[in-house]
């Protein structure tokens, strides 16, 4: 794993490379929406390029993280499947389905089920360099390759490659300071439960800090938004004591943040620390949402390593998942 996220920006800059090389011809009929299918660290990616495209693309994006896809779903249908292993099973149930929909639909794997079936029915599809057991490490291919997919559709413009340079430049750069950042910040976490807020813009980047805590460090976290929590779960700051005491508020910010929502942050803190800690406040870097979200991954796969070194866990080990994978194969 540590290889794995040392690696980060030279999985940037080769898919960079896959991205430009792809042939991907434009959709014979009007693309009115988007479904984007993917599950664990191959859908993470997902949610990542629909909260960056927020507002940019003219027509609705909807994720999807399960067997089914929307009734919407026609030859109108821009449908990306994203597996990196391409063999999930949820992901091919869904694909299955939107070729009788006969939606214009794009496989983003390294190989597997998901790739032969691509190459199959000719369908359109991004390969990914293979090798690796781990999804979630793979993040930095299937962003890229999912804005490539979008801008080879004439849905998004091409400044984000040269946004994923220049992170590629920065966070090289500052390795040193970030692995710094995020050891301390793990020391911190370690015991704690850490509940992660931010503007509703971050959110994705939000849950997938959360899901490296809990796959690498193999621990609970918790994450909401701003300013949805300030009309349910503020209130929910008072019991169990013993639990809030224990936990550990993470702030994420970007300076896309919504002006009314670092006000709530601010006015928040104080509620925030007189039940628990004092309050770990991380802020992103980078001259564009695209290069805040890379600085934001990057530290975040760092904190949950040494969180995990922390807690005296192999952060690459997956036992619970690959038993219930066995399990359900048992039921076929």
Known sequence: MKKLIEGFTQQLAQALKIGQAVDLVRPGSDIRNIVITGMGGSGIGANLVESLTFGRVPIPITVTKGYNIPQFVSPHTLFIACSYSGATEETLAAVQKAMLKRAHIICISSGGKLLEMAKEYNLYFIQLPGGSRSSRAQLGYLMVSLLYALYHTDLIGAAFMKETENAIE???????????????????????????????????????????????????????????????????????????????????????????????????????????????DIVAEGASLLEQYYYLIHLADWISYYLAKENGIDPDSEEVIDFLKGELEKLK
């Open 170 to 280: 920065y966070l090289d750069r500052g390795e040193k300071a970030i692995q710094a950042e995020a050891e301390l910040i793990a020391k911190k976490l370690r015991g704690k439960l850490p509940i992660i807020y931010c503007d509703e813009r971050l959110k994705a980047m939000a849950t997938r800090f959360q899901n490296q805590i809990n796959e690498n460090a193999k621990q609970m976290a918790h994450v909401n938004t701003f300013p949805e929590m300030n009309h349910n779960e503020l209130v929910g700051w008072r019991f169990p004591e013993n639990i809030l005491q224990q936990s550990q508020v993470v702030y994420l910010y970007s300076d896309h943040d919504h002006e009314r929502v670092e006000k709530r942050m601010e006015i928040c803190r104080e509620i925030f620390e007189k039940r628990s800690n004092p309050i770990i």
